[in-house]
């Protein structure tokens, strides 16, 4: 979380001329806010809408240039990983000491709601494994601005489409870029 996925999906997704998609804004827009449906339905029920918001998502770029940028945990749903064996995957990998003032002043993430950094390290150990083993492509994001940073992953997506395509159709190895 706050790593910077909305934040850089929409400028690569800009630069590349592609639609962009935001989950977690597909889910509001469909039900409202996050905190309320985690307050009135529950964790299982926004996993459930999350999980159907990424198949609607991922369905509609089918064909099309298109930046998905997920909710933090939307990878913990099968079917998802499922679906994301499909597209060319990008983690962002962080680090608590980089995202600490960016939560500091969170109010809609209520997974992150009481100690802030003490969740996040939690929830970001746990989920970490599935981050790297769903990952095409990972970039370092501790340091540098967002324009910055989308500038190196649209360098990285270049250099991993070269180099891919000479041997597979299809993504095939984790790549890690620092
Ligand atoms: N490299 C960066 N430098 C400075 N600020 C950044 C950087 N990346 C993201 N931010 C800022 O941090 C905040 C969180 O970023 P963003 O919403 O893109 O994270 P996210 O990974 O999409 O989070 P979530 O999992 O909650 O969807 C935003 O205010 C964004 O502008
Ligand atoms: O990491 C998470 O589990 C979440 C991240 C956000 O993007 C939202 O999807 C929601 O707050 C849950
Ligand atoms: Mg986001």
């Known amino acids: 979380m706050a790593v910077g996925k909305s934040a850089i999906g929409r400028q690569l997704a800009n630069h590349r ?7 977690d804004d597909l889910v509001v827009g469909q039900h409202g806010p996050i905190a309320e449906i985690f307050a009135s339905r529950g ?20 064909g099309n240039s298109a930046v998905i940028s997920l909710g933090g945990g939307a990878v913990l749903d099968s079917g998802t990983q499922q679906l994301l064996s499909r597209c060319m995957v990008v983690y962002l990998e962080c680090d608590a000491a980089t995202v600490a003032e960016r939560i500091a002043r969170n109010s809609v993430r209520p997974l ?9 390290q939690t929830l970001f150990a746990a989920r ?7 990952a095409n492509l990972v970039l370092d994001v501790r340091s540098g601005t967002v324009p910055e940073l989308t500038r190196r992953l649209e360098n990285a997506l270049q250099e ?19």
């Open 17 to 23: 001329a592609a639609t962009f998609v935001d989950t």
């Open 112 to 120: 992150l709601a009481g100690d802030a950094i003490g969740r996040w």
């Open 128 to 134: 970490k494994p599935v981050y790297e083993r769903l």
């Open 43 to 62: 964790e299982p029920a926004f996993r459930e809408i999350e999980a159907r918001a990424v198949a609607q998502a991922i369905e509609q770029s089918l």
């Open 160 to 178: 991993y489409a070269a180099e891919t395509a000479a041997v597979a159709p299809m993504p095939a190895a984790t790549k890690k870029v620092d």
